[in-house]
């Protein structure tokens, strides 16, 4: 059993920037953030892999986005910069326990645990 607790969530302005973390209660493999906006699914974000500290993002964040990791506090961040009102969402990270193709960490199923969700908000 993994807990995972984000925080760092808020309301900002379009162009700004926020932190979230995510500390989890043990390490396994890899961790992901994703988001869901309402009306919408849930969609992948950027995933790490706890030991090489591999990083995948989605295209829509790429350049914008910082997925990174701190292993002494098994925590993750995702540092969010040039934030657009189509950021806005509940971001949740996810753990998943053992390897997995890194094809496939941009999949939900591929993770076992999940956060509560922070809540993003970004007015235009």
């Known amino acids: 059993q993994v807990l995972l607790v984000e925080s760092g969530g808020g309301l900002v302005q379009a162009g700004d920037s926020l932190r979230l973390s995510c500390a989890a209660s043990?390490?396994?493999?890899?961790m992901g953030w994703f988001r869901q906006a309402p009306g919408k699914d849930r969609e992948f974000v950027a995933a790490?892999?706890?030991?090489?500290?591999?990083?995948y993002y989605t295209i829509s964040v790429k350049g914008r986005f910082t997925i990174s990791k701190d292993n002494a506090k098994n925590t993750v961040y995702l540092q969010m910069n040039s934030l657009k009102p189509e950021d806005t969402a509940v971001y949740y990270c996810a753990a998943n326990a053992g390897w997995k193709p890194a094809a496939t960490l941009s999949l939900g199923r591929s993770y076992g645990y999940w956060g509560q969700g922070t809540q993003v908000t970004v007015s235009s």
């Open positions: 043990g390490r396994g493999y890899a």
């Open positions: 790490i892999t706890w030991s090489a500290g591999n990083t």
